[in-house]
C-alpha cells in the first residue's frame, strides 16, 4: 500500500539544550519510506498546530525525565487537536513509562533503537499493518540525520570559553547505550549493559552538515565514548583531519578514563576541549550503592590525569542521596575545593537529587525500603526521603540558592561560596574562608548536563511547552 505524502509529526518537548539528534535521525529513515516529516522541537519553537491536526502519526521524543513530565502535559492537547492520529512516545524513558503513557492515549510506545520501528509504526497509522513490538535492540544501518527540518543551531546550546565568547555548537551521538550497570542510571533498563555504534561515515556526514550550518564545536552526546575505543578514536582521527579547527566534548567514566590513559593526549590534539565525567560521589559507601565501577581513589586519580593531559574536567555529582549525610555534603564541597573545581563544576550538579524512576535498579538495594515512599505518578518517581530531615531540608535551600543564583548571572565561584556558607550553617559551624581559586574558567555548555538526577521546578518552567 502507498503511504506517500501521509504526515509524520516528531515532538521533542526538552533534549537538555541540543538540537535533537532522535528527531533527525528517524526524519531521515521516514522520509526514505515515503513519508511527509515535519519536526517540531517545542524548547525552542511553539507546537505547529496545523501539523499536528493533519499528522498520520505524531511521535514524542521522551530521552529524560523532564522531557517526560513535560510530554504529558502537552498530550491532552494532541489528542484535542487530533484525537486520530497514531500517537507514538519513544526513547530512552519510554517503555519504563509505559503504563502511564497508555493511560494519556499512546497507542504504541518504542525503547530505544526507534528508526525502525518508527518507520514500522507509520506504516501502521497509514495501512493497517500491524504495530510493531517494543524493546527491540536490533543493530541497524543508519542513515545520516535530516536536520533541515529543524530550528538552526543558533537556537541551542553554545560553548562558553574561557575568555567569554560563545560559539555556535552542534550535537551528534557516535553511539547508543551503554555496556556497563551502574545501579542509578536510566540507560541500563532499556540497554541492559549492551552499547550501539553508529556508522563512522554516518557520523562524520552528520557532523559536516551541522559544520556547514556555522557549528565550530561539537557534543557527543554518547552515554559513554569510549564504550567502543576503537570506532571513537578512529572517528577523532577522522573528524580532525577533515575538520582540523573544530573542537569538541565527549563524555567517559572515570574507569574508562584510567584504562584509557593513553588515548587522553589524542584526545587533546583531535581537538577535545573538556571531558564530562560522571564522578557522583567522592564517598565509596555511595559508590558501591550506585555501583558506579570506581572509587574515590579512582575518581581523584582520573581529575588529576585530565589534567596532566591538558583537557579540562566537567565533573557531574548526584549530591543529594539518601546515604548522604550533612558532614558528607560538606566533605563533597571541600573536596572540590581541595580538588581546583570550583569553576569546573556547574553550580546545579551540587544541587541534584537521586532520581528513582520506574524500573530502577536502585528498587533492587536492601537498604531501600528503609527510605522508600510510594511511586509518585504526577512526577513519575518514586518518593524517597533521607534519614535525616535535615539533609532534605539543605537540598531544598541549595536548589533554591542555586536557582536564584543562575537566574542572576552569577559567577560559580561566588555561587560555590553561598553553597559552602550554607553547609556550614547547617552543621552549626563557621565557614573557612574559600582559597582563591587558582585556575579560572573552564570552557563548558550554556545548558547543563544531567540525566540521573531529579529537575528542580524552575527547570520544568523553564522549559515548559
Ligand atoms: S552511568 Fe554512565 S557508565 Fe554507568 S551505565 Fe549509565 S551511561 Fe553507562
Redesign the pocket.
Known sequence: MPTEQQLALLISTYDLGHQPFALASPAAWLGAAGARVVCNDLAVEPLDEAAVRTARLIAVHLPMHTATRLAGELTPRLKALNPKAQLCFFGLYAPMNEDYLRSLGGDSVLGAEFEAALVATYRAATTGEALPQPGNLDKLAFLTPDRVGLPGLEHYAKLRLPDGSERLSGYTEASRG?????R?????PVYDGRFRVIERDVVLADVRQQVAAGARHISFGD??FL?GPGHALALIEDLHAEFPGLTYDV?I?V?HLLRHEAALPKLRRTGCLFVIS?IESFEDGVLERLD??HTRAQALAAVELLRRSGLDLSPTFVPFTPWTTLEGYRGLLSDIVALDLVAAVAPVQLALRLLVPAGSLILELDDWPRFAGAYDAENLTYAWRNPDPAVDTLQGEIMALVADGEAAGEERHSLFGRLWRRVHESLGETAPPLPPGRTGAVPSLSEGWYC?AEPSENLMRAAQV
Do not use: I, L, S
Open positions: 551503554c555496556k556497563h550497570r551502574c542509578h542510571c536510566p540507560v541500563v552515554p559513554d564504550n563524555t567514566k574507569e560522571a558506579k565501577g540521573c
